[in-house]
């Protein structure tokens, strides 16, 4: 299995893939003046990403997110997605990167 992390505007994106493709694919969405969600999707027909729950955990642990995720996508992709949340955490609400002093959060 492999996590391959991605951040864009307010979302980052935790992509667990394995031999027979996308697992499933955690999200952690923190938009300005809104509760931080978590969201964990699972591939749909067609190449899709199906929403199937979200939680609110404001500052989660890796044992909390793993304690969430295990019943949705199973203990070692729990672990795995958990690992690579704390190796790579998603920034907070009101980070931004030099040169992104704009609401679009364009390049």
Not at 16 to 25: A, I, R, Y
Not at 78 to 84: F, Q
Not at 90 to 97: G, K, M, Q
């Amino acid at each position: 299995m492999s996590v391959e992390r991605s951040h864009v505007g307010h979302q980052t994106r935790y992509e667990l893939s394995d031999e027979t493709g996308l697992s499933c694919v955690l999200t952690f969405t923190a938009d300005p003046d809104e509760p931080a969600v978590w969201k964990i999707l699972l591939p749909g027909p067609d190449g899709t990403e199906d929403l199937y729950g979200t939680h609110r955990l404001p500052e989660p642990d890796a044992a909390e997110l793993e304690a969430w995720l295990s019943p949705i996508v199973g203990p070692d992709r729990a672990t795995e997605l958990a690992n690579a949340v704390e190796a790579a955490p998603p920034p907070p609400a009101a980070w931004r990167p030099r040169g992104d002093a704009d609401a679009g959060g364009g390049e």
